[in-house]
């Protein structure tokens, strides 16, 4: 059953992927930023009232459809707003920053899972999201952040 349950998570994954290179255009940074923070929020206490392996592999591909939406967003409003000449500089501290911790989440979800067990840690990992999504959305960055003027292309003009 594990094996099904994380299929059903990939498959989420995949989905969002090829979703997320229409959707982009639809969607400004800061709707991406503070909107994929809240359906975290709302869907990550579902693991822990989730009662078979098949509404895990549906939450978490819930949770895996919006993360490419992230990223490309993302991905996109750094190539655009930042200098080529920094570009490598800047990718390479923010994939040093956002790489460097999973090893610090990692050892954090091993021992939230000693100490509280599955359910708490889930609990725990939910409130830590509510609490990145608040600081998102009270962020004066995120709420203030320029957007992206996208590029027409010409089949968009033929439209």
Do not use: C, K
Request: charged share 10%; aromatic share 8%.
């Amino acid at each position: 059953m594990p094996g099904v349950m994380l299929g059903i998570y990939g498959g989420g994954g995949l989905l969002g992927a090829i979703a997320a290179t229409r959707l982009h255009r639809h969607f400004s940074p800061r709707a991406v930023i503070i909107g994929v923070n809240w359906v975290w929020v709302a869907l990550l206490p579902l693991f822990a009232v989730a009662g078979a392996p098949w509404q895990l592999g549906l939450i978490g591909a819930a949770t895996a459809f919006v993360g490419p939406m992230w990223n490309v967003v993302i991905g996109t409003y750094t190539t655009t707003l930042v200098p080529n000449e920094l570009l490598g500089r800047v990718n390479s501290v923010s994939m040093t920053l956002s790489w460097g911790v999973l090893p610090i989440g990692s050892l954090a979800a091993g021992y939230l899972l000693d100490r509280a067990g599955p359910t708490g840690a889930v609990w725990a990992l939910s409130g830590f999201m509510l609490l990145t999504a608040v600081l998102a959305t009270a962020s004066r960055a995120v709420r203030h952040a320029p957007p992206l003027v996208s590029a027409r292309t010409p089949a968009d003009a033929e439209r």
